[in-house]
């Protein structure tokens, strides 16, 4: 591993004890409240976070080419997950939403296995393709599209709008860095905007959480209550912050403290500069994630490890932008930070996948 996948995982570990301090500190009234103890999501959180290094390590070690060759195989796994979560005593309905599997007391989100399919497939079609995209031909779009177009559709019919669009974003830029011309980008991305538009408009929901995106005011009380009290959490945090575990936002005035809204949270306790330091973590992740892309030794590597760094850089965005108002509300977790197993499971073996490309890059440079 060279110096710098080692300083990537040392970010990520600083984030995810970050994010088990944070995750008990918002949790812990909650969850005496509700469940009758003050640990409990900082227990299942501790047992994610091990599970998932264990994971991490594991596919830290595996070959990248390994993974690359069954790029089609996690490609349809990942289809065959999104059907099970409609399938009676497998998925696991929550709040008229399906989209998660369960078995007894384990629960995971498919979308997040998606994420990871989606990124290995597309670097693998895009470095196979490279003749077609250095000729121009716009038939590269097709296959991905058709991917793209069939997994995005059961994803929205969970529906998991916020999930879509981040596959959106990566696929565009991935595009991008694989060298396909920007007119086609830039004309597909038109050609979306009605779809987008339509979907909005398919659910009254979606088309409240834009108006409050606009105007939280005009429904301080409800569908503006959420960010209005995200609102709070910062300004209350001040500069310096109103110390670890003193929020008072977490006592039932902002929804989803511990999970979708735990930067606000950060923001609160820790105050302007700790989320500066949380901003500068990520950053310092996507640094690092760029420069092991840059180092790869093939197209396929170059661009499976941006995908990888991307996937999580691109969420952390948009979570900080939809808890300070700059983005509608979305369910997308602050990656690491946020409680939930199966999305922080999922990260990690994204960063383990990642240092995986890592380890086979320095491998190829220590035999030149």
Request: charged share 10%; with cysteine; net charge positive.
């Amino acid at each position: 591993m060279s110096k710098t996948g080692r300083l990537l995982l040392v970010v990520v570990f600083a984030l995810i004890c970050l994010g088990l301090v944070m995750t008990y500190s918002a949790s812990a009234v909650y969850a005496q409240q509700k469940i009758g103890s003050i640990s409990h999501f900082f227990w299942r959180q501790f047992i994610a976070a091990i599970l998932g290094f264990t994971a991490l390590f594991i596919c830290a070690g595996i070959n990248p080419y390994w993974i690359r060759r069954r790029s089609y195989i996690w490609l349809s796994a990942s289809l065959f997950l999104l059907v099970l979560v409609f399938v009676p005593f497998i998925g696991r309905p929550a709040g008229g939403a399906h989209r998660w599997i369960g078995w007894g007391a384990f629960r995971f989100q498919p979308a997040e296995f998606v994420k990871l399919a989606v990124c290995i497939y597309l670097a693998d079609y895009l470095a196979r393709k490279r003749a077609w995209i250095s000729t121009g031909k716009v038939r590269a779009l097709f296959g991905p599209g058709v991917v793209l177009l069939m997994l995005g559709g059961m994803i929205v019919i969970q529906p998991d709008f916020g999930s879509v669009a981040m596959l959106s974003a990566l696929a565009a830029i991935l595009f991008f860095l694989a060298g396909i011309k920007l007119r086609y980008i830039i004309t597909v991305c038109v050609a979306a905007i009605p779809c987008l538009g339509f979907l909005i408009a398919l659910k009254p929901y979606r088309v409240l959480r834009v108006l409050t995106y606009l105007n939280p005011w005009n429904d301080a009380q409800g569908s503006g209550f959420q960010i209005i009290q995200s609102y709070i959490a910062f300004g209350l945090g001040g500069m310096w912050g109103v110390g670890l575990g003193s929020s008072t936002q977490k006592l039932f005035y902002l929804p989803q403290s511990h999970t979708d809204f735990i930067f606000a949270i950060i923001g609160e306790e820790w105050g302007f500069f700790g989320t500066v330091a949380i901003v500068l973590l990520f950053g310092l992740f996507l640094f690092c994630g760029i420069k092991i892309s840059l180092k790869a030794g093939s197209s396929y590597l170059r661009l499976v490890s941006a995908a990888l760094v991307l996937v999580i850089a691109l969420q952390a965005l948009v979570n900080m932008l939809v808890t300070t108002g700059m983005l509608p509300t979305k369910g997308l977790p602050l990656p690491f930070l946020s409680y939930g197993g199966s999305a922080l499971l999922f990260n990690m073996i994204a960063v383990g996948l990642l240092l995986g490309v890592d380890r086979k890059s320095e491998t190829a440079c220590v035999s030149l």
